[in-house]
Each structure stands twice: as structure tokens, then as C-alpha cells.
């Protein structure tokens, strides 16, 4: 039975870690030159979840790819913007899934983070899925408004887990809201 129980932990594990975020599009706000661009990719490059990092100057845009294995926070890139002087306009994050469940307005732990989905069909999500970050300041503030009408949980307005996400995990862990 010990055996057993170690052989299922092993095998969750292993889900866990291989369903990660493998890339991203950044858009900054607050851009006005290409020194204010260069800012930012020299603070991107610094964020030690970061493989590579490209610039697309027309669009204030970057595109980011993670290091493979590694928990990827998007609050670091968020706080790496920031401390460059800018903004995150919007976020977009692509997430390696591996039969995984979602729903509107349901949670679900994914590469280490939690998700909370809003605006979804009920469905199974396998291979690689683009995902909007929702959270204050990840996106514009209609935006954050318009979606905060898809769910009545406080954790869409904390970005932190609450009662009411303790199937998913505990409360006080950082929540990512996202949508497809």
C-alpha cells in the first residue's frame, strides 16, 4: 500500500511540473522611444525565469520564452516592467496543458500556479493554449471591470485565494485570473 501511495504522489507530481507556461506577449504601456523600449528588455532580461526575450518596438510588444522546469510567476514579468517605468497593457501567457479540466469560474493548479478561468466553456484542455491575463493591472481597466462581471469570488478582486478556492488550493496563495 506505502508503494502504491508513493507511486500516485510521483505520477501527480510529474503532471504538475510538466504543465507549465513555455512563452508569453507582453504588451507595455507607456512606451514613447526605443530607449523606453531597450529599458524594458534589459529588465525582461533580468528576470531569471527568462530564456529569451524579443522586442517588436512598432507594437511596444515583447515576446518572452521561460526557461523549461521552472515555476514562472507572471507577477515577476509584471514587476520587472514596472521597475523599468512602465506598465503592463496586457498579458498573454502560453500554458502546456495536459488533460486538464476547466470551467467557467472554476480553479484549477497548473505548473505550480493557480488559475481561476473566467468566460469558458466547460472543457478539456490539451497541448499549448494561450491565455489573457485578467488581474488588475495586467490589463486595461474596462477590461478588469468587464470580466469582474463573470464571477462574484473575492479573489478577482485580491489576485489572492480566498475561501472560496480552497478546493484548489490554500487560501492566500497568489491567484491568476485568466480567460481564452
Not at 50 to 69: H, M, W
Not at 94 to 118: A, C, R, Y
Amino acid at each position: 500500500m506505502k508503494k502504491l501511495v508513493t507511486a500516485f504522489v510521483l505520477l501527480i507530481a510529474s503532471l504538475i511540473t510538466n504543465a507549465q507556461i513555455t512563452k508569453a506577449k507582453l504588451v507595455a504601456s507607456g512606451l514613447t522611444c526605443s530607449m523606453c523600449s531597450k529599458a524594458i528588455y534589459e529588465a525582461l532580461q533580468k528576470v531569471n525565469t527568462i530564456e529569451n526575450v524579443k522586442a517588436n518596438i512598432k507594437e511596444s510588444s515583447y515576446n518572452i520564452v521561460f526557461k523549461k522546469d521552472v515555476t514562472v510567476s507572471p507577477d515577476d514579468v509584471k514587476k520587472a516592467v514596472e521597475d523599468a517605468g512602465f506598465s503592463v497593457a496586457k498579458l498573454q501567457v502560453t500554458v502546456s496543458f495536459d488533460n486538464v479540466e476547466i470551467k467557467n469560474d472554476g480553479h484549477v493548479k497548473v505548473g505550480g500556479i493557480n488559475l481561476h478561468f473566467l468566460n469558458v466553456q466547460p472543457q478539456t484542455l490539451n497541448g499549448e493554449k494561450v491565455l489573457t491575463v485578467l488581474d488588475k493591472n495586467f490589463e486595461s481597466a474596462k477590461d478588469f471591470k468587464k470580466y469582474a462581471g463573470y464571477t462574484t469570488m473575492k479573489c478577482f478582486a485580491t489576485g489572492v485565494m480566498e475561501s472560496c478556492c480552497s478546493d484548489s488550493g490554500k487560501a492566500g496563495e497568489r491567484i491568476y485570473h485568466v480567460t481564452i
